[in-house]
C-alpha cells in the first residue's frame, strides 16, 4: 500500500539525492544499486541500508494512514524583514527554492493516523534552502503543536536541517525560543513530543525542539549537532573522538533514546504512541 504510493510521488531531481535514471551510486557503500529498489525500501540501499535524503512528501506517506493526512498552512509564505542580499536578494532566493520543491517553505504540517492514533506532525524539507529555520518553519511548526495540545494529540517532528535562516537574523532565532514554549505548554498538558532526527539536524534546530522530545529518536549514522566539527576543533584546538557528531556516538553517549531504521520507524511509532496514549479510538 505504501509502497503504491509512494510511487506516486514524483522522484526528486536533485544530483546528490536519488538522480533520474535506473541506476543510483551510494554514498554508503559505493555500489551502484537499482534506484526503483531504494525507492521501494523508503530510499534506503539494498546493500549497506544507507539512508539517502527522502522528500518530506515522501515521508509523509510513509509514516501516515492512507486517506488520512490534512495538511495545514501550506501557503504561508516568508517576508523579506531585513532586506537580506547576499549574491540575490531573499525574495529571490526563496522563490527560486519553492521553483525547485514546490513548496512555499521548508516544512510540511497536519495531522492523520498514525496506526490508527491520530497524530500531529511536521516534516522538515531539507531540500528548501538546507531545510533552514525562518519565520515560517517557526510559525508552522508552533501552530501544529498548538493543534495538537488543543485536540489532546501526540505532537511529532521530523527534523533535517542545517539550523536557523540567516536571511532573517534575529527572526529566525526567535524561532527556537517560540517553538520551545509551545512544546512547554503540550507537556504541561501531559501530552507526548517525539522528536525524529535525520541526517542531517544542526544548529538552532538542535538547539531547541529536536532535542526537546520525550522520546528522541535518531535515523542511523545521520549527522547531529550545534556547531560544525570543524570550526569545534579549532576553537577547543584538540581531535574530536571517533564518529563524533553521529547517531551512534549521541546515542553511546545518552542523549538519544532509540536508532530506529527508516523501514521500522512508523511501527516503531506505533508503539511508543499506543504505550503512552493507549488504543486508538
Ligand atoms: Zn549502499
Request: proline residues 5%; charged residues 25%; contains cysteine.
Amino acid at each position: 500500500m505504501v509502497l503504491e504510493r509512494l510511487r506516486r510521488t514524483t522522484p526528486t531531481k536533485d544530483p546528490k539525492k536519488i538522480p533520474d535514471g535506473l541506476w543510483l551510486k551510494c554514498p554508503g557503500c559505493a555500489k551502484t544499486v537499482f534506484k526503483r529498489l531504494v525507492e521501494e525500501r523508503l530510499d534506503t540501499c539494498p546493500e549497506c541500508n544507507h539512508h539517502f535524503k527522502m522528500p518530506s512528501r515522501r515521508r509523509v506517506i510513509s509514516l501516515i494512514d492512507e486517506g488520512t493526512w490534512t495538511e495545514w498552512d501550506a501557503d504561508l509564505t516568508s517576508g523579506d524583514p531585513l532586506g537580506f542580499v547576499d549574491g540575490k536578494s531573499y525574495p529571490e532566493r526563496i522563490a527560486q527554492q519553492q521553483a525547485k520543491t514546490g513548496m512555499k517553505d521548508a516544512v510540511v504540517t497536519g495531522t492523520g493516523k498514525l496506526a490508527g492514533h491520530a497524530v500531529g506532525l511536521g516534516v522538515m524539507e531539507f531540500d528548501f534552502n538546507g531545510g533552514s529555520m525562518g519565520s515560517v518553519v517557526g510559525e508552522k511548526l508552533t501552530r501544529m503543536i498548538e493543534k495538537s495540545t488543543a485536540s489532546r494529540m501526540p505532537a511529532i517532528i521530523l527534523s533535517a536541517s542545517g539550523g536557523a535562516r540567516m536571511q532573517e537574523g534575529a527572526i529566525s532565532l526567535m524561532q527556537m525560543t517560540k517553538t520551545s514554549a509551545a512544546l512547554a505548554r503540550h507537556a504541561e498538558k501531559r501530552l507526548p513530543y517525539i522528536s525524529i532526527l535525520t541526517n542531517p539536524t544542526m544548529a538552532g534546530v538542535m538547539a531547541s525542539y529536536a532535542s526537546l522530545g520525550d522520546i528522541i529518536i535518531a535515523e542511523p549514522k545521520a549527522l547531529i549537532g550545534f556547531t560544525g566539527a570543524r570550526v569545534i576543533q579549532e576553537t577547543i584546538k584538540q581531535e574530536l573522538p571517533e564518529g563524533f557528531q553521529t547517531s551512534e556516538f549521541l546515542f553511546k553517549h545518552g542523549q538519544l533514546d532509540l536508532i530506529v531504521p527508516r523501514q521500522e520507524m512508523k511501527t516503531e511509532l506505533a508503539r511508543i504512541i499506543g504505550y503512552l496514549m493507549g488504543k486508538p479510538n
